[in-house]
């Protein structure tokens, strides 16, 4: 396997698979390059820049040149760089790839104003517009809608990352701080969750995860479903080995599992605290006696702090009685849709309710 952490900007630009990320991305190098960054963000600057020197290329010659030629001038440039840190002159572009993408835009007629502004705009779309992040800076829990269903519920000072739409084999999300996951069941799509050197992975269930930033500990706590637990090195060879030969844990309904970060070690244990469990948006109890449907997805959409977007002329004099005690938000969506004989979706982390009246 490729150590790409030890790469140059210079070796990345040579890169068949990087390239191709950045100039004719497909699902799988979306997916690969989207979790590398995630896991090393310390080298997005040379990442940036490597990017950049691609995109000046490219925007150069793309409609002359072939893709051979292309490459080609792109190890000139990395030749010409490698020549020039022998020459100890002072200069404002300190890295030599920018001094040598610099001469091809001012070759072209590009002011350096628009090398700087530009094209650094252009290469940072391409590194950060596929993932989206949420953090909970707030003291009550904060709803996360993911596009396949899902939802987390990010506690105080929590931050999740996620595609916006999930793509290829699996549906992986990245935590800092602590969450309540409601998954939606797929066997063929696992969903997992990086968090502090571990991956925790479901196919559909109800679990928490605590990985405090500066914390030699992480948590996994699992309310329903069963849920598997790896050290993140350990489960990046899972591909190759068999189940049976990685260090990870299978946790039922009210086992816990804490993963000693310095030691790189699995402790399972029965969860003592099962109170850890309950959010406070479902322990809250909710009566509804004959109320209007709109008022009740208003009330619910107001305490999990969502958008719920529905027709009101289309739902006006639908009414509702229920009582709501320990229903997570997909459960109550369901039992309210159920009985106005409507369906609903989530699109772009808003609940969309799909109805042609209500059932009389």
Request: a negative charge.
């Amino acid at each position: 396997m490729i150590d790409y952490r030890k790469y140059t900007v210079e070796e990345f630009a040579r890169d068949e698979k990087f390239r191709q990320w950045v100039l004719e991305p497909s699902d799988e190098t979306v997916l690969f390059w989207d979790n590398w960054l995630h896991q090393n963000q310390d080298k997005l600057s040379v990442i940036s820049q490597a990017t950049e020197l691609l995109l000046t290329v490219h925007q150069r010659y793309k409609d002359d040149l072939s893709d051979a030629y292309v490459s080609q001038e792109i190890n000139t440039l990395v030749e010409m760089a490698e020549a020039s840190k022998n020459i100890k002159r002072i200069s404002v572009f300190r890295n030599p790839i920018w001094r040598a993408a610099a001469v091809l835009l001012l070759a072209s007629g590009f002011s350096l104003y628009y090398y700087s502004n530009r094209i650094t705009e252009k290469t940072v779309a391409v590194v950060d517009s596929k993932l989206i992040t949420k953090t909970n800076s707030s003291g009550k829990e904060m709803t996360v809608l993911l596009s396949d269903g899902s939802v987390a519920t990010l506690l105080k000072g929590g931050s999740i990352t996620f595609p916006k739409k999930f793509e290829g084999d699996t549906r992986q999300v990245y935590l800092k701080g602590e969450a309540f996951f409601d998954v939606t069941k797929n066997p063929t799509k696992p969903f997992l969750v990086f968090a502090n050197e571990t991956v925790t992975k479901v196919l559909g269930t109800s679990f928490l995860v605590k990985a405090m930033d500066g914390e030699n500990t992480v948590m996994v706590v699992v309310k329903t479903g069963k849920v598997s637990v790896y050290p993140e090195k350990d489960y990046e060879t899972l591909s190759s080995k068999d189940d049976r030969e990685v260090a990870g844990v299978i946790l039922s309904p009210n086992q816990q599992v804490v993963f000693n970060r310095k030691d790189n070690r699995l402790e399972k244990g029965i969860v003592e605290n099962p109170d850890m469990l309950t959010l406070s948006t479902t322990s809250q109890e909710l009566i509804f006696d004959d109320q209007p449907v709109t008022e009740v997805l208003r009330t619910l959409g107001e305490m999990y702090g969502i958008e719920i977007v529905f027709d009101k002329e289309t739902l006006s004099g639908c009414p509702v009685s229920t009582i709501f005690k320990e229903e997570n938000l997909k459960q109550r969506m369901n039992a309210i849709c159920q009985a106005i004989g409507a369906t609903y979706e989530v699109v772009d982390g808003q609940i969309i309710i799909n109805s042609k009246g209500c059932l009389r």
